[in-house]
């Protein structure tokens, strides 16, 4: 009998479009490995609902019968009756709610077995401060920064100055938020203020990176868990255009925005360090699952390289990052996702194993 795996997306983020997109693929890439699916959108606003593939698919109203989590009954109810109890949920929510660990909190509760990183490696990973902290203990070169919080927000100008001080240009960036949402790029003192301004409109912690002037930016994915995980291919992604970085518009509103190049044109030295940094970087965070993890290289000097990110739930669009790193490896989408749902039944048959009375 096929394994019934229920496909999350949507989700109260700014990229509820591009999780839309994700899921089409997610869907039909677990159809064609022999799993039976069910997809649930999560709307920006109400209930979830069970909707068809066939609607996901062709861009239909995504409607259903609402349902609503289970606590610790293992399934979902539906309203008017009867409940869906899938052998694997594949959460595909970008941005917060959906990888910062909430969403990853609601479906331990739930009891069902779920691909991708776990609550902490979750939240970790969506915040830039604590990941590149993280990556630093570890012996992860990263790049200084300047953190301004909420509370500090009416009176920044010493934190601005301290920033100014590292040299531009600078990278301005909601401590915790996917896709590039909300990134500056600020090249003078003049910029410096209105772009932490606008990276508070989503977020309430802005953190002022130093940047390296057309740095190369490598990606690299990870697939594993801390019983094994391995890195694919590096490749390189290539601003186009009007675009300085790989902004938000490069990557979503722009169909010329970049150039990927696989795999990245870098030395053989270099492409193995990167792929042992992002493994490295994805078992000290605690990563399960997948992840992209992104790094800097110097344009003048490829031995300096710096973690940048990580993305513990990367993009998975027929154009995605994630998904054409591991077909340029060797394993085409299916395999990645069939490849997903074996970790995340692994992971759960793990934990219930642990011991969870006192003695």
């Not at 920006?44 to 609402?66: I, N, Q, T, Y």
């Not at 085409?332 to 048959?349: D, F, G, N, S």
């Amino acid at each position: 009998m096929k394994k019934k795996i229920g496909v999350i997306f949507g989700g109260k983020s700014p990229e509820h479009e591009v999780s839309i997109e994700s899921a089409k693929t997610v869907c039909s890439r677990l159809e064609q490995a022999g799993f039976s699916v069910l997809p649930f959108y999560a709307p920006r606003s109400g209930a979830w609902r069970l909707v068809k593939v066939k609607d996901l698919l062709s861009g239909a109203r995504l409607a259903g019968p609402e349902i609503e989590p289970s606590l610790g009954a293992g399934c979902f109810l539906k309203k008017g009756g009867g409940n869906l109890k899938p052998d694997a949920l594949f959460p595909i929510i970008h941005g917060s709610t959906g990888e910062d660990g909430v969403l990853q909190g609601l479906l331990e509760l739930v009891g069902i077995p779920y691909a991708g990183c776990g609550v902490t490696a979750s939240a970790v990973g969506m915040d830039k401060i604590i990941s590149k902290e993280l990556a630093a203990l570890d012996g992860i070169p990263v790049l200084p920064h300047v953190v301004i919080r909420a509370h500090q927000k009416a009176a920044m100008g010493p934190l601005l100055g301290k920033a100014v001080k590292m040299g531009f240009p600078l990278f301005v960036k909601p401590v915790a938020q996917g896709s590039s949402v909300g990134v500056s790029k600020v090249k003078r003192r003049s910029e410096l203020r209105q772009a932490v301004l606008n990276a508070f409109r989503f977020d309430s912690a802005v953190m002022i990176e130093k940047g390296i002037d057309r740095a190369r930016e490598i990606v690299c994915g990870v697939l594993g868990s801390s019983a094994g995980a391995k890195a694919s291919v590096n490749g390189e992604v290539v601003p186009k255009g009007k675009h300085e970085f790989y902004d938000y518009e490069a990557k979503y509103l722009d169909n010329d925005g970049m150039e990927l190049k696989l795999p990245a044109p870098l030395s053989a030295a270099t492409s193995e360090k990167l792929r042992d940094l992002a493994v490295r970087i994805f078992l000290a965070l605690g990563g399960s699952g997948m992840a992209r993890v992104d790094f800097f290289v110097d344009p003048k000097d490829e031995k300096k390289v710096y973690f940048c990110e990580i993305n513990t739930l990367p993009g998975f669009t027929s154009h995605s990052l994630y998904p054409r790193l591991w077909e340029k490896t060797g394993l085409k989408p299916e395999k990645v996702l069939k490849e997903l749902i074996v970790i995340a039944l692994r992971a759960a048959a793990e934990k219930r194993r642990l011991s969870i009375a006192r003695k």
